[in-house]
């Protein structure tokens, strides 16, 4: 199966900054790459599909770009809703498989 | 609007099977989907359990596959899991999601369902 590794796991971002968090794929998944966020108490929620993609109502300040085995979900200016944990996940191949997830602290 | 809806026992004694139905609402399930069972262990991060199409095709994660069934009941609107043999380590919340055709990702997610294996 492919393993999905994501750095850093704790990110402490203020207000206003730019938060970069990556995610690394043990094979090639092509752009078969998933973005989720989730918040304490809730389900994950869809950011973005196909590696750049964003799902219906994410805002434009969250982007995502790469392909192969790299892939990085930026946001662009950190808002006090961003808080909590993303998940990426790649869809290239059974069985379907995540990273283990990126923290993001507001700082 | 599409909602999903986890139902099941919260509460499941060691060896014995876990069985969960996932209710699909807004949406019919014999469109152009698939439908999939997600864990996430208490403070974990998630774990897919497997995927099942209108049609009642499957694909399940291999460490799981010798205990697991999914299975679609396009009459009723809803898609349902099973896992034999339950442990400890599988006390999680379980998610059912809405997948899209052809790239997987989960686009819509049921609230969870916290399922604890404990005598």
């Known amino acids: 199966e492919i393993v999905m590794t994501q750095s850093p796991a704790t990110l402490s971002v203020s207000p206003g900054e730019r938060a970069t968090l990556s995610c690394r794929a043990s094979q090639s998944v092509s752009r078969n790459l998933t973005w989720y966020q989730q918040k304490p108490g809730q389900a994950p929620r869809l950011l973005i599909s196909?590696?750049?993609t964003r799902a219906t109502g994410i805002p434009a300040r969250f982007s995502g770009s790469g392909s192969g085995t790299e892939f990085t979900l930026t946001i662009s200016s950190l808002q006090s809703e961003d808080f909590g944990i993303y998940y990426c996940?790649?869809?290239?191949?059974?069985?379907?498989?995540f990273g283990g997830g990126t923290k993001v602290e507001i700082k | 609007q599409v909602q999903l809806q986890e139902s099941g026992p919260g509460l499941v004694k060691p060896s014995e099977t876990l069985s969960l139905t996932c209710a699909v609402s807004g949406y019919s399930i014999s469109s152009n989907h698939f439908w999939g069972w997600i864990r996430q262990p208490p403070g974990k991060g998630l774990e897919w359990i497997g995927t099942v199409s209108r049609t009642g095709n499957t694909h399940y994660n291999p460490s799981l596959e010798s205990r697991v069934t999914i299975s679609v009941d396009t009459s009723k609107n809803y898609f349902s899991l099973k896992v034999t043999s339950v442990t400890a380590a599988d006390t999680a919340v379980y998610y059912c999601?809405?997948?899209?055709?052809?790239?997987?990702?989960?686009?819509?997610w049921g609230q969870g369902t916290l399922v604890t294996v404990s005598s």
């Open positions: 196909g590696a750049s």
């Open positions: 996940q790649q869809d290239i191949t059974w069985p379907l498989t």
């Open positions: 999601a809405r997948q899209e055709y052809g790239s997987e990702s989960a686009d819509c």
